[in-house]
């Protein structure tokens, strides 16, 4: 079992910054591949951005490409999103994903990969 608390949301203008915190239980080195999503309202929840540790594979969704950045401290068991230059339209809830099996990197976008998902925290961004 692998729980995950997300922290570091918050109310932003155009432009800011924010660092999102993403700590896991029991080690985030139990986990094979973990992964940010967020989910605006009315839409479908989304992938951001996606670590694999063993290998140091990284992928991010395009519209948060030269922006966000994904990074994983093991020896504290967190995941980061460090989140520059936001926008209106990342306004969403963030969550963080886990899985602790066979990590398939080519599906590394689609919820149904992930066993472990954390409870939100939300991103507001204003113009």
């Known amino acids: 079992q692998v729980q995950l608390v997300e922290s570091g949301g918050g109310s932003v203008q155009a432009g800011g910054s924010l660092r999102l915190s993403c700590v896991a239980s029991?080690?985030?080195?139990?986990?094979?591949?973990m992964s940010w999503f967020r989910q605006a309202p009315g839409k479908q929840r989304e992938a951001v951005a996606f670590?694999?540790?063993?290998?140091?594979?990284?992928k991010y969704a395009d519209s948060v490409k030269d922006r966000f950045t994904i990074s994983l401290v093991n020896a504290k068991n967190t995941l980061y999103l460090h989140m520059n230059n936001l926008k209106p339209e990342d306004t969403a809830k963030y969550y963080c994903?886990?899985?602790?099996?066979?990590?398939?990197?080519?599906?590394?976008?689609?919820?149904?990969?992930?066993?472990?998902w954390g409870q939100g925290t939300q991103v507001t961004v204003s113009s």
């Open positions: 994903a886990a899985k602790s099996s066979y990590c398939d990197v080519g599906s590394w976008s689609q919820t149904s990969l992930y066993s472990y």
């Open positions: 029991p080690y985030t080195s139990s986990s094979t591949c």
């Open positions: 670590i694999k540790p063993t290998t140091g594979i990284i």
